[in-house]
């Protein structure tokens, strides 16, 4: 089945660590996202990649950092410096030809403590 | 800045009646829009999209939603609800960018509740 998968499900870190969410997507998608969602502020954009090795910051990418290496992949950092890095973090993908409709995964819930 | 509005934050409805959710977007150019559904525990699922043609499109599960655009609106229907239609609506619209790149803006979304 074609898809995105997300891992982990939950992921439990403690404050000052950098932790990565994985993000693999086989579409075949050339434009990959990264989005936080918070009760009451919908989704909002962490950061986003048009196609390998080259990627945009999106509306909250301070703190986060991400890499393109592979088509499939776009791995997400949260770093100790993101303030405020619980939450539930979606990842999505999108083609040109498709009219950049969103595909998103299952996502990753992150508690910090 | 360009942004997408949902005015209803959460509604409440019995089953059988009819819905509205609004989504307004700030920008006059070509645009493509999107609903989103957010079902409790699931993913994020595309419900409609509106690229161009005829302004009134239908979607998944009954749902439709109409493009005017002299109103900046894209607000989705749908004419008898469902207890299953409860869920988190999310509206998008993707606005050019500088550079050639495709940005999605999302609405805050509407978290729907249907009573039996």
């Known amino acids: 089945d074609g898809g995105i998968t997300q891992s982990p499900k939950y992921l439990f870190r403690k404050e000052g660590q950098n932790v990565t969410l994985s993000c693999e997507q086989n579409l075949n998608h050339d434009a990959m996202y990264w989005y936080r969602q918070d009760p009451g502020q919908g989704l909002r954009l962490i950061y986003y990649?048009?196609?390998?090795?080259?990627?945009q910051k999106g509306d909250i990418a301070e703190g986060y950092s991400v890499s393109r290496e592979k088509k499939e992949s776009f791995p997400l950092t949260v770093t100790s410096a993101q303030k405020n890095p619980t939450a539930f973090y979606l990842c999505?993908?999108?083609?040109?030809?498709?009219?950049?409709?969103?595909?998103f995964g299952p996502g990753t819930r992150l508690t910090v403590t | 800045a360009q942004s997408v509005s949902q005015h209803n934050h959460h509604v409440i409805l019995s089953e059988a009646a009819s819905l509205e959710l609004g989504c307004n977007y700030s920008y006059g150019g070509t645009v493509n829009l999107f609903w989103y559904v957010q079902y409790p525990g699931q993913h994020l699922q595309l419900l409609l999209k509106?690229?161009?043609?005829?302004?009134l499109v239908k979607g998944i599960k009954g749902f439709e939603a109409e493009f005017i655009k002299s109103k900046f609106s894209f607000n989705l229907r749908k004419p008898s609800v469902q207890w299953s239609d409860t869920a988190e609506y999310f509206c998008?619209?993707?606005?050019?960018?500088?550079?050639?790149?495709?940005?999605?803006?999302f609405g805050t979304g509407t978290k729907l509740q249907v009573i039996p």
């Open positions: 999505a993908s999108s083609s040109r030809q498709g009219g950049y409709e969103q595909y």
């Open positions: 990649s048009q196609i390998v090795n080259d990627f």
């Open positions: 998008a619209v993707i606005l050019p960018y500088s550079g050639g790149y495709q940005k999605v803006t």
């Open positions: 509106y690229f161009s043609g005829d302004p």
